[in-house]
């Protein structure tokens, strides 16, 4: 590898790792550069998912703050999103490329649409009260880790979507919540992907370096944001992926 693409796998991996601990979209960055260092489409996924599992662990110390309080619902998603997870590496390994590829735009697009909206204040009390359903977002969480097993651009944003509509919490810590639980799904699906995939560890190497930098300045980040600031960048950043995924899709 030249030292311009290692440079750039750094540089793509810090960009990354920041994109994605405070908006959930590190593969914005992350997959673009290893195709843009001549990995085929198959392998790019499969590292991108071992650099990620890798480097994304950074934002999880650094977040301690915010995930205060939230252990039980930690471990609860945590359990689903192992099963998810699993489930769509072995999607990857065993079924034909393209079975997301037209469903992806969609989901990112709407995803990212419902960033922006806002629980009102009595929805708020009543989930605080017992009006919420954990099983709602247990599942939602499984279906989440699919999807991040088998292609995972943008599936923090999802994520960040799903939490946000169904959990009364800040922003800032079902982010964090959000953090966790796509280390544990990314640590999942490279765990199938090391022993059975295509995983070209020279490109991971550099783009692992640049995530854990990344990762563990964005939480740091994001607490300097205001929150709607915070919600209108990750909505727009979500969109524009989705209509970039849509339109290699279509």
Not at 127 to 142: C, D, E, N, S
Not at 225 to 243: E, F, H, N, S, V
Not at 244 to 250: I, P, R
């Amino acid at each position: 590898m030249t030292a311009s693409f290692f440079t750039l796998l750094i540089v793509a991996g810090i960009a990354a790792g920041l994109s994605g601990t405070i908006a959930g979209l590190a593969s914005l960055f992350s997959y673009p550069a290893l195709l843009a260092v001549g990995l085929p489409a198959t392998a790019a996924n499969v590292t991108n998912t071992v650099a990620l599992a890798i480097g994304s662990v950074g934002a999880v110390p650094s977040s301690r703050r915010e995930l205060s309080g939230q252990l039980g619902a930690a471990r609860r998603l945590g359990v689903a999103c192992v099963l998810g997870s699993a489930a769509g590496a072995a999607l990857v390994l065993v079924s034909p490329p393209g079975v997301f590829e037209r469903v992806v735009p969609f989901l990112v697009g709407a995803a990212s649409l419902l960033v922006l909206v806002r629980r009102p204040p009595h929805e708020d009390a009543e989930a605080r009260t017992g009006g919420a359903r954990p099983w709602l977002v247990t599942a939602g969480a499984f279906a989440v880790s699919v999807y991040s097993g088998y292609f995972a651009a943008a599936s923090g944003v999802v994520m960040l979507a799903l939490l946000l509509a169904t959990m009364p919490e800040s922003l800032l810590r079902v982010n964090a919540l959000k953090n966790l639980l796509l280390v544990v799904t990314d640590v999942v699906a490279a765990a199938g992907f090391a022993a059975f995939g295509p995983v070209s560890w020279s490109t991971a190497l550099p783009l692992t370096i640049g995530l854990l930098a990344g990762s563990w300045l964005g939480p740091v980040v994001a607490r300097w944001l205001p929150a709607k600031i915070l919600r209108i960048g990750i909505a727009l950043a979500g969109i524009g992926l989705a209509i970039k995924l849509g339109a290699d899709a279509f």
